[in-house]
């Protein structure tokens, strides 16, 4: 292999860092992180991974808190050619035993507070190391960072190695791990960076996502990276945070969530957006209320674009051009988007049919799962998103619906067979249906409707309570519907359609 295409080359590129001493992250109450440190402290961590085990196309599966060392962490595995496996911080044990089980990583990384009884868990499950990601210490993988070698090789990866496995939620109950290459994160990043015509060194980045996702991790990191661009790296989301970087940022990146409840603020102003170029949403749909109150307050119109966890960004609204409300825009640069029906029929412009992808970003399957990769693509190499969509005459995207019945709460992908599988082996339940309704701060609600079985009293608070420490936060219902029983087609399928119009 003669050219090494790792990713982390075309992020840090040690050779070319120019105006190194720049700032790379800028944490409130802790020293800033230059571009100029990065190359060094990667080493280090790839020096300490190496002992640890870890071989190209090992895993590593980290759940830690946001943090610059978390962020650091990632340049290491993909530079010591590792595959790189980020958790959502909410998943609770019974759901991290899955993702070890699945992945079997080399590593195991967590944090100070939950070492021990993780500890306890990995190790049931042969998971060679776990440790944390806090002080030095015993069981830190910082303890003597100081003294550990910077000056390693970046390890040598070729396009189509794994640079990530991403989890999602699985429409069955059991979650899915999307393979990642380098040239997918690659290809995805630059084109971003192109089409959202990123300043380079001018641009100041606001960056109040998690980084377990897509979004926070892939987009908003690589996009400034590439333009060795300042980044404000709020670790806790709050209003009151953005409020107080907007005035010195230029980009934020955020989701619905963010704009509505700095909606909400009586704080937010125009002058506060003076020095802002661009604002930007995903995650989940943005309405089109909070897009247009947002141009009349700002004076901004925020751009819409779409993505999945498999294909990483597939759409944008165009940066020169029209923004409308209620669409994701275009398909990006080299990426091919079609609308398909059920039988998997090409639909002309302005039907109404699935959403179908190819591209450079397109994932190449689902780890250690052929038959739902199969499943998943058509036979000339398209993705099949499962996102109910229209494409107009010009090109333009909307998604209209979702025929997998996913429900994108605050940004996060909910998949309502996991919860219904929890709730049903709740004694007193006969069975359920998990739906997501309108909501103006998380965009959708998780509800559950609840037939009982008669066999033991049953409450609402009693159905949430007990799903704690099974389910993540997020996925757990904000209320519960009980029901005689739940409306069903002929064949027998519930319906629903019909229950999300009864209780939204």
Same mark, same amino acid.
């Given at each position: ?26 944490? @409130? ?13 990667? !080493? ?18 980290? +759940?830690? +808190? ?14 010591? $050619? ?9 998943? =609770? ?34 998971? @060679? ?7 030095? $210490?015993? !069981? ?33 109950? *059991? ?10 994160? &690659?290809?995805?990043?630059? =084109? ?51 409020? +107080? ?15 509505? &409840? ?34 009349? &307050?700002? $004076? ?8 999945? =966890? ?10 020169? !051009?029209? *923004? ?24 002309? @412009? ?45 090109? &333009?995207?909307?998604?209209?619906? *979702? ?23 709740? *004694? ?9 309704? @309108?909501? =103006? ?64």
């Amino acid at each position: 292999m003669s050219h090494n295409n790792n990713l982390y080359l075309t992020l840090v590129n040690p050779d070319h860092q120019g105006n190194t001493n720049h700032v790379f992250l800028d944490s @409130p109450g802790r020293a800033p992180l230059l571009y100029s440190q990065l190359h060094s402290l990667t !080493g280090k961590l790839q020096s300490r991974l190496q002992a640890l085990g870890v071989n190209a196309g090992d895993r590593v599966i980290v +759940q830690t +808190q946001k943090s610059s060392e978390a962020v650091l962490l990632y340049l290491a595995c993909l530079r010591a $050619g590792a595959i790189y496996i980020p958790l959502n911080t909410a998943y =609770t044990d019974n759901e991290v035993s899955y993702f070890l089980k699945d992945a079997a990583p080399q590593v195991f990384i967590c944090e100070p507070e939950t070492h021990v009884q993780l500890s306890e868990l990995a190790s049931q499950l042969n998971i @060679p190391h776990t440790l944390s990601l806090g002080d030095c $210490g015993q !069981g830190s993988l910082l303890d003597g960072f100081e003294l550990l070698n910077d000056d390693v090789a970046v390890v040598q990866r070729s396009d189509e190695d794994l640079a990530s496995i991403l989890y999602t939620s699985g429409t069955t109950g *059991r979650s899915k791990g999307a393979m990642l290459s380098h040239a997918n994160l &690659r290809s995805n990043a630059q =084109t971003l960076h192109q089409y959202w015509q990123w300043q380079d060194d001018k641009d100041v980045l606001l960056h109040a996502l998690p980084i377990f996702h897509v979004h926070g991790l892939f987009v908003a990191l690589h996009c400034a990276m590439l333009g060795r661009s300042k980044i404000h790296f709020i670790e806790k989301f709050s209003v009151d945070s953005l409020i +107080q970087y907007l005035p010195s940022s230029t980009v934020l990146m955020g989701v619905p969530t963010f704009y509505t &409840r700095l909606l909400d603020n009586p704080d937010f102003n125009r002058q506060l957006c003076k020095g802002m170029r661009l604002f930007i949403a995903g995650s989940a749909p943005l309405l089109t209320d909070t897009h247009d109150q947002f141009s009349l &307050r700002t $004076g901004h119109k925020i751009l819409e674009r779409y993505g999945m =966890t498999e294909c990483g960004m597939i759409t944008s609204n165009p940066y020169e !051009g029209q *923004r409308i409300a209620g669409t994701v825009g275009f398909a990006l640069p080299d990426v091919d988007t079609r609308i398909a029906d059920s039988q998997g029929t090409i639909l002309a @412009p302005g039907e109404t049919g699935v959403l179908e992808v190819k591209g450079p970003n397109v994932f190449s399957g689902y780890w250690k799962m052929p038959e739902k990769t199969a499943a998943e693509f058509t036979d000339d190499g398209y993705f099949i998103t499962g996102d109910l969509s229209i494409i107009d005459s010009s090109g &333009r995207i909307s998604i209209v619906g *979702r025929s997998k019945d996913l429900i994108i709460s605050g940004g996060f992908n909910v998949y309502p067979k996991e919860i219904e599988t929890e709730i049903d082996l709740i *004694r007193g339940v006969k069975e359920s249906a998990v739906i997501g309704v @309108p909501h =103006t701060d998380f965009g959708e609600a998780v509800v559950a409707v609840v037939v009982k079985d008669g066999s033991a009293t049953l409450e609402s608070h009693q159905i949430i309570n007990s799903l704690q420490g099974r389910l993540a936060k997020f996925k757990q219902p904000k209320s519960v519907v009980f029901v005689e029983e739940l409306p069903r087609n002929v064949m027998g399928k519930v319906q629903k359609a019909q229950l999300r119009a009864n209780y939204q």
